[in-house]
């Protein structure tokens, strides 16, 4: 646990539950104990974060080998083992989040990795993205892999569209988007109302494919499509729930 976390109140929070449903380290009793109350209705809950981090590794990987070699990650979360820079060791990464908690821990799980930071960025507003900090670690003028998960489920249609076409027009050309989408599966979990992963309080948007596509505007989704990020880029059955929906997409 890092001073940072070890300094704040005992109140969970979104990107610490997920590091303890993911087995990482990064959290304290209180993200615990409300992690195991929370999925009590659905114990596929953890597996379901798993399942999402398994395809922003596969889908950075798949960014990577178009020779993109600097990561942005909007709504990062804590930065949980299995994260973007320990799949593409030497990337660039700069994390970033509006939660202060999750920004002062990931600054310090950090510290010691070099060309990866951490700092503060509204997704849905990218000016507010430090420059400095931008400069020190991407170059603005190269394609840049950004990375957006778990956080348009929050939003409204309006929200989501003005913030992935805000995304482009900050993105350099040949840059590629990694997102995903709440799926239909999460209308009918029963503790939806109270989701973690909406920690505004705000409801949840559950979202299919034909609700998805429109909202990626001007990103040209690469031939994988949009699918369950169970199988995506990963042959076997198709869930017959899903949760998450994700994508790879790029500026052409
Ligand atoms: C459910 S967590 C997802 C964490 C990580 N991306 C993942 O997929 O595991 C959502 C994160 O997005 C952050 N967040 C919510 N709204 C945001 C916004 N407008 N800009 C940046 N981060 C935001 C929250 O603070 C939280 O850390």
């Known amino acids: 646990m890092t001073d940072a976390m ?9 990107g610490r539950i997920i590091d303890h449903w993911r087995g990482g380290a990064q959290h304290l009793p209180a993200d615990a104990e409300a992690a195991k109350a929370f999925c009590a209705p659905d114990p596929g809950l953890p597996h ?25 990650l909007l709504g990062a979360g804590t930065p949980t083992p299995g994260n973007v820079h320990e799949i593409l060791p030497g990337a660039r990464v700069l994390y970033t989040d509006i939660d202060a908690a999750n920004i002062a821990s990931g600054s310090e799980i950090l510290a ?17 993205l430090d420059q400095e900090m931008m400069d020190r670690v991407l170059d603005p003028t190269a394609p840049i892999g950004i990375v957006l998960t778990g956080v348009t489920v929050s939003l409204d ?4 569209h003005r913030t992935l076409s805000g995304i482009f027009d900050w993105a350099s050309r040949g840059s590629y988007l ?14 939806s109302k109270e989701m973690v992963l909406d920690q505004a309080g705000n409801p949840l948007h559950p979202r299919g494919p034909h609700q998805i ?5 001007r990103w040209q989704v690469t031939s994988d ?11 076997g059955p198709q869930p017959d729930k899903v949760f998450m929906y994700g994508c790879v997409a790029y500026k052409p």
């Not at 010691?112 to 507010?128: F, H, I, Q, R, S």
């Not at 499509?225 to 042959?235: N, Q």
């Open 6 to 14: 070890a300094q704040q109140a005992q109140v969970p929070d979104t």
């Open 48 to 72: 379901v974060h798993h399942t999402l981090q398994e395809f922003v590794g596969r889908a950075v990987q798949v960014v990577a080998e178009q020779g993109v070699n600097q990561f942005l």
């Open 112 to 128: 010691t990795t070099p060309g990866v930071e951490y700092t503060y960025c509204d997704a849905t507003d990218l000016a507010t």
């Open 157 to 160: 249609d309006d929200a989501v």
């Open 178 to 191: 990694v997102v995903d989408f709440g799926g239909e599966a999460l209308a009918s979990f029963p503790a």
């Open 213 to 217: 596509y429109p909202l990626l505007g």
């Open 225 to 235: 499509g949009v699918g369950p990020v169970d199988t995506w880029r990963k042959p």
